[in-house]
């Protein structure tokens, strides 16, 4: 291995790991030998978004078009920071963001990288930075993606929602940070928390994520039925003793010397 892929090797283990400064030093020793390196040139810009220094990243995507004018990612990124620039100082999308090291570690059937359907509007993706947490709302038939302001990032696929929406009604419980966002693709790192007790047997993200699922809904509507039962006839003893304390309290109490003089 020759010194430029040591070079880009380490510099793809800092962004992996978000060591954004390592990933500019090690980025900038690769052009020092190699000025025409478009990778590098992508990899600062992007690195430098993400330590907010947007003129530094500006010089470095303007490079990378001058040598590929039709480069879509320098071309994404430099809108990008427009729109950023636009919004400088509204907000608090993306803001002091302390990433642990293990954030994207992969779990076997606990995590899963998603990426989401229907993204939202480029002013507010422009603003994810990674590592930024995000929160899983549950709508009718889907699952949304929205920042701790509530702003509508995107939606889980189908499949991912459906299956969810499933083990949230059973109690369990998600984190979801950003991975991956540009204008047009957003990549959220999704964590199981929590499980449920009535899909305590069942996998959070199997291999395939459609499985089990016909037999997780069944058990959901046995179980909803059930406890609709269960509080059908909750409603029923409170109703009952409520008329009981209402004859205890409107019906005129006899002593047995005035029931007898009733009768003669």
Do not use: C
Not at 22 to 33: D, G, M, V, Y
Not at 50 to 55: F, G, H, I, L, S
């Amino acid at each position: 291995m020759d010194p430029i892929e040591i070079l880009e090797q380490k510099a793809i283990d800092a962004a992996i790991n978000s060591a954004w400064e390592h990933a500019i030093i090690h980025n900038e020793s690769i052009l020092k030998t190699d000025k025409k390196n478009i990778d590098a040139l992508l990899r600062l810009g992007f690195a430098f978004i993400q330590v907010e220094k947007m003129d530094q990243a500006k010089i470095y995507y303007k490079r990378a078009l001058r040598l590929q004018p039709s480069n879509r990612v320098a071309k994404e990124n430099l809108e990008r920071i427009s729109i950023l620039e636009t919004k400088k100082g509204n907000g608090d999308m993306g803001k002091n963001i302390s990433l642990d090291p293990s954030l994207f570690l992969e779990i076997p059937g606990k995590t899963k990288s998603v990426i989401l359907v229907n993204p939202g509007q480029k002013n507010i993706l422009a603003q994810l930075m990674v590592g930024q947490e995000v929160f899983l709302k549950s709508k009718k038939r889907r699952i949304e993606a929205r920042t701790k302001g509530n702003e509508y990032v995107g939606s889980l696929p189908d499949d991912v929602s459906k299956r969810l929406i499933i083990f949230l009604k059973a109690g369990s419980e998600f984190s979801a940070h950003i991975k991956e966002a540009n204008l047009n693709r957003v990549v959220i790192f999704i964590k199981e928390e929590k499980k449920g007790t009535r899909v305590n047997r069942y996998t959070s993200f199997p291999y395939d994520i459609q499985s089990n699922l016909d037999e997780m809904s069944q058990e959901e509507e046995a179980t909803k039925e059930s406890d609709d039962r269960e509080i059908a006839e909750n409603d029923l003893n409170r109703l009952a003793e409520d008329l009981t304390n209402e004859e205890k309290e409107y019906i005129p109490y006899h002593t047995d010397d005035q029931d007898e003089d009733e009768e003669e």
